[in-house]
């Protein structure tokens, strides 16, 4: 928010960016990412570096819950679903621009779709591409601070990178912000670094991949 403050953005797009904060500490209450840091720390930092970019506030509002229909935890039992009942509740923060933005995120993601996005470039809209650079913000900010290294398997993301870096460089080229294909090149380097560093007793326990729940002791079931 002090970042926001600084760049002069208006009292309605705080409010707004505070408002999809709020949902997303909501829908990931509990939840850890497989370096250990609270899983809502990553979607302030994807929010963050797309400001940084100087992008409109609608994505930086989108990049607050830019996963939340893959991941987040709408006490349904389901994940990587998208739901009226869902959608009710995203829109009703969010509105149905931004909301349209999340879902266009959750079917164009750079893990399953890069090559396809590539060919086709010319033919996206504007909207796809604030969906790309939101999902480059989101691969970029998981090499950030060297966090893929305290991860008990990441295998299947810092190999995705590493293999298609010079592909996700140009991606952010053609999207107009070669500043973050450089941050992301720079980043990557700085991971592989930590990679040979960190001693595999700091990796977490039980070979974690993605997202963890863990259940605070007073709210867990109790004998009766």
């Not at 760049?7 to 370096?35: P, T």
Request: hydrophobic content about 40%.
């Amino acid at each position: 928010m002090n970042q926001l403050l600084r760049q002069g953005r208006s009292e309605n797009a705080l409010k707004r960016v505070y408002d999809a904060y709020d949902l997303a500490v909501d829908l990931y209450s509990g939840y850890f990412q497989a370096d250990g840091k609270p899983f809502v720390g990553h979607v302030i930092a994807v929010a963050s570096t797309l400001a940084y970019l100087g992008l409109p506030d609608d994505l930086v509002v989108a990049a607050m819950v830019h996963n939340i229909y893959e991941s987040g935890d709408f006490g349904d039992g389901e994940k990587n679903v998208v739901t009226p009942v869902r959608q009710a509740r995203v829109r009703a923060v969010v509105g149905e621009r931004v909301d349209g933005l999340l879902i266009r995120f959750h079917e164009l993601r750079l893990s399953r779709q890069l090559d396809r996005v590539l060919q086709e470039f010319d033919a996206l809209s504007e909207d796809d591409r604030l969906v790309l650079l939101m999902d480059l913000a989101d691969h970029y900010e998981k090499v950030l601070d060297g966090a893929l290294a305290y991860y008990g398997d990441c295998s299947w993301l810092i190999d995705f990178n590493a293999r298609n870096l010079p592909k996700l460089v140009d991606l952010a080229d053609r999207l107009g912000h070669p500043r973050l294909g450089r941050m992301f090149t720079d980043a990557m380097q700085r991971q592989l670094d930590w990679m040979e560093k960190v001693p595999d007793f700091l990796r977490t326990k039980d070979r974690q991949k993605y997202l963890k729940l863990r259940i605070p002791g007073s709210c867990e079931l109790k004998e009766g």
